[in-house]
C-alpha cells in the first residue's frame, strides 16, 4: 500500500496565494505521475494539474497561469503553488500518484482550500 499525505490547505481571501503539499510512502514501485485534483460541494472530481516523471505539466484550463504543479526530482513529493487564488477555486484538493509498477492509482484523503473575504 502507498499512503499520500496532504497538507497545506486553509482559508485564504481572493488573490490570495496558498502551497499544497503531498508526500507520497510506503510499498512505493515506480511512481510515474502525480497529480492534483479537486472536488466542490456538488460538483464532480476535476483533474487540476499533474505531472509525470520526466516533468511534462497539464493544467485544467481554469487554473493556467495561476498554479504550478512541481515535483522534487528523487522524492516522491509534489506540490500545487496557488496563486491569484477566486472563490470558484473553493473546494477540497486531492493528491493522486499513479504506480506504473503496479499499474494502480492512490489518493490522498484531501485537504480544504476555502477562498473568501
Known amino acids: 500500500q502507498v499512503q499520500l499525505v496532504e497538507s497545506g490547505g486553509g482559508l485564504v481571501q481572493p488573490g490570495g496565494s496558498l502551497r499544497l503539499s503531498c508526500a507520497a510512502s510506503g510499498s512505493i514501485v515506480n511512481i510515474n505521475q502525480m497529480a492534483w485534483y479537486r472536488q466542490a460541494p456538488g460538483k464532480s472530481r476535476e483533474m487540476v494539474a499533474r505531472i509525470n516523471y520526466p516533468g511534462v505539466t497539464r493544467y485544467d484550463e481554469s487554473v493556467e497561469g495561476r498554479f504550478t504543479i512541481s515535483r522534487e526530482n528523487g522524492k516522491n513529493t509534489v506540490d500545487l503553488q496557488m496563486n491569484k487564488l477566486k472563490p470558484e477555486d473553493t473546494a477540497i484538493y486531492y493528491c493522486?500518484?499513479?504506480?506504473?509498477?503496479?499499474?494502480?492509482?492512490?489518493w490522498g484523503n484531501g485537504t480544504l482550500v476555502t477562498v473568501s473575504s
Open positions: 493522486n500518484v499513479w504506480d506504473a509498477g503496479v499499474n494502480r492509482g492512490y
